[in-house]
């Protein structure tokens, strides 16, 4: 579909979603979200990996830089600061297992570290041997997991609003009223049901009340969030990240035990309103080297809300030795 897609599909209901676009690919992934979205210097692709289809943009030139994007988001999360960082990267932005336009797996298996693996082998299939690796929110659990797992091919490691999955569980316990919904995702088959039909509802409240600015993620995002987690277990496939956590977590233990702390250099950046400086100090338990920085006037959604700051911050840890 060409840029007409946008006007047509986007805000309709799931049902005519579905009917703009007949290819819905493997796990009824239905392509328009991304289609309608278009970046300019970007191009959209599909990987296999395993009979799985994973969906990500590429553009630019220069190193390769992978980044992941976080719940309940997509690669459209770093929109802002792609175009610029393409100038001197080659620009990955991959939409995480079972989440954007990445097909959903049937057995709905969607830990960080499987989600990694899946990252891993679209990476190779590009042919890089090392890369540059910046992660939010899940996306930052699944970039910690590459890296325990890859750490070789990782030159340097960016963590974004997240915590490492035994560290979380403490954070949460610390601030139960602020991770209320870590608990209610992790219940089999009801919050899917109490959002069906209502996920606009349910995902604008956390682009609103974890923003410092509420208006930072704005209506065209939201329609298309909407339209990607409105698909077939969309929902279900998001909720499934919080229910395996704890095997996630074991497995990122496991790893660190065997392989000691990582020695990549680490940038741990969290929003001023938001995990702040939390994101470094937590990740000094599991990486030699680690970097602060703190977004201004910003919450957990950085990217959106300050991403010139985010931008040359990343610059700089990348452009340093």
Known sequence: MKR??????????????????GDK???????????????????SRFADV?????HYMIGGSGPALVLLHGWPAAWISWKKIM?????????????????????????????APKAAENVFQVVQQLGYTSIYLVGHDWGGSVAYSYALAHREQVTKLAILESAPGQDFGALEAALPKTFWFNWFHQVA??????????????????????????DAIGADDINFYECTYSRPGGMRAGF???????????????????????????????????????????????????????????GHWVVEEN?????????NFLAGS
């Open 25 to 43: 690919g493997p796990g009824g992934s239905a392509q328009v979200c991304t289609q309608a979205n278009a970046l300019s210097g970007f191009e």
């Open 307 to 315: 991403p010139d700051f985010v931008r040359t911050q990343l610059e």
């Open 4 to 21: 007409q897609t946008f006007t047509l599909c986007l805000g309709l209901s799931l049902s005519m979603v579905l009917g703009c676009n």
């Open 50 to 54: 395993g009979g799985e289809r994973v």
């Open 240 to 298: 499934e990240y919080y229910r395996d956590q704890e095997s996630g977590a074991t497995s990122q233990e496991a790893l660190l035990a065997s392989g000691g702390k990582l020695q990549m250099p680490v940038l741990g950046m969290g929003g001023q309103y938001s995990l702040a400086g939390n994101v470094a100090n937590i990740f000094g338990r599991v990486a030699e080297q680690v970097t602060s920085a703190v977004v201004p006037d910003a």
């Open 189 to 214: 088959d009801l919050p899917e049901e109490l959002v069906a039909g209502k996920e606009r509802v349910y995902l604008s409240w956390f682009y609103r009340n974890f923003a410092y600015r509420a």
């Open 83 to 111: 175009p610029a960082m393409a100038r001197s990267y080659t620009v990955i932005a991959v939409d995480l297992r079972g989440l954007g336009d990445s097909s959903i797996p049937a057995d709905f298996q969607l830990d």
